[in-house]
Nanobody, 123 residues
Framework: QVQLVESGGGSVQPGGSLRLSCALS????????IGWFRQAPGKEREGISC????????YYKDSVKGRFTISRDNAKTTVYLQMNNLKPEDTGVYYC????????????????WGHGTRITVSA
């Protein structure tokens, strides 16, 4: 059974850091891309970062470049999103999702999703 389970959310002050984890089971990471997505209050879900295991490329939304880092563990069972220098506009529910091979921008092409983990950045 394919599962993606997010964890690591919480409340943090501006400038703080969090590391999100996306625990994977039921499939081989080598064959998939894993994306991180954010849904801010009252807004549509948007792509934040993605890791393609097929070609080891990574992608970041412009607003998080230099602050967020996506990575995976050697066992290929967890994908992380290290978030530094968090800002209030980073507040939202963060989801991970998978799709075959390569990262794409269209959310509809990601076929398995986790249930999300909430992040609140406020003073």
């Amino acid at each position: 059974q394919v599962q993606l389970v997010e964890s690591g959310g919480g409340s943090v002050q501006p400038g703080g850091s969090l590391r999100l984890s996306c625990a994977l089971s039921g499939f081989t990471l080598n064959e998939y891309a894993i994306g991180w997505f954010r849904q801010a209050p009252g807004k549509e879900r948007e792509g934040i970062s993605c890791l393609s295991s097929s070609d080891r490329t990574t992608y970041y939304k412009d607003s998080v470049k230099g602050r967020f880092t996506i990575s995976r563990d050697n066992a290929k069972t967890t994908v992380y999103l290290q978030m530094n220098n968090l800002k209030p506009e980073d507040t939202g529910v963060y989801y991970c999702a998978r799709r075959p091979k390569y990262c794409v921008t269209s959310l509809s092409l990601y076929n398995s999703w986790g249930h999300g983990t909430r992040i609140t950045v406020s003073a």
